[in-house]
């Protein structure tokens, strides 16, 4: 199955920082959504983006499918972006796959 | 989008017995799918279950433990079985949009096994 790596693992801001996650996977895909998984266990959609640019608010992401990657931006962070970021491929007739994630700690 | 809702929210349970999860979802939708996070882990699917058909399981869980009904194209039900502390998690239904595109999340079921 696809291969998805994430990073980095571990993200620590102090609030009002910005920051970058990146996804990479290991085949092309037809699909790809971003997720918080916030500290209460809910998986909250952030961004269906299988190519492109797109934004919503103080979060962007932009995946380039022929290159095998996406990325997660954050600006202006603050302490209810904490939690587990997840970027989940969906190779065409496949079903989502998680990978690790992202965990990102932002302090008041 | 899809609203989507489950019930408990949370439970503890006595190993040995049984809990049903229920998920509900505002539209009529083909596939819904059944996730599994222990704790500290990422998600697993466990399950993907169509209306009308027996659901297809995914390496590592059986029917027996995890019995799937999918008695309409709004509603499903997970059961664990047989509990044990190692099936202490949290508990995911999903569902695919209209369009196939996008998947949507139920808030969870957190399940602590004593």
């Known amino acids: 199955g696809i291969q998805v790596e994430q990073s980095p693992p571990d993200l620590i801001l102090q609030e009002g920082a910005n920051s970058t996650l990146r996804c990479n996977f290991s085949?092309?895909?037809?699909?790809l959504q971003w997720f918080h998984q916030n500290p209460w266990g809910q998986l909250i959609n952030l961004f269906y983006?299988?190519?492109g640019t797109k934004q919503n608010g103080r979060l962007s992401a932009t995946t380039v499918a022929t290159e095998r990657y996406s990325l997660l931006y954050i600006s202006s962070s603050q302490t209810t972006d904490s939690g587990v970021y997840f970027c989940?491929?969906?190779?065409?007739?496949?079903?989502?796959?998680f990978g690790e994630g992202t965990q990102l700690t932002v302090n008041p | 989008s899809a609203v989507i809702s489950q019930k408990p929210s949370r439970d503890i349970c006595q190993r040995g017995t049984s809990l049903t999860i229920q998920c509900q979802v505002d539209?009529?939708?083909?596939?819904m799918f059944w996730y599994r996070q222990q704790p500290g882990q990422s998600l697993t699917l466990i399950a993907t279950?169509?209306?009308?058909?027996?659901?297809?399981?995914e390496s590592g869980f059986v029917i027996d433990k995890f019995p799937i009904s999918r008695p309409n194209l709004t509603f499903s039900t997970l059961t664990v079985s047989n509990m044990s502390p190692e099936d202490s998690s949290i508990y995911l239904c999903?569902?695919?949009?209209?369009?196939?595109?996008?998947?949507?999340f139920g808030p969870g079921t957190r399940l602590t096994v004593t």
């Open positions: 999903s569902v695919e949009d209209a369009q196939g595109y996008e998947q949507y």
């Open positions: 085949d092309s895909v037809n699909n």
């Open positions: 983006i299988p190519s």
């Open positions: 989940v491929p969906l190779p065409s007739g496949s079903r989502l796959t």
């Open positions: 539209s009529q939708v083909t596939m």
């Open positions: 279950a169509n209306q009308g058909s027996e659901a297809t399981y």
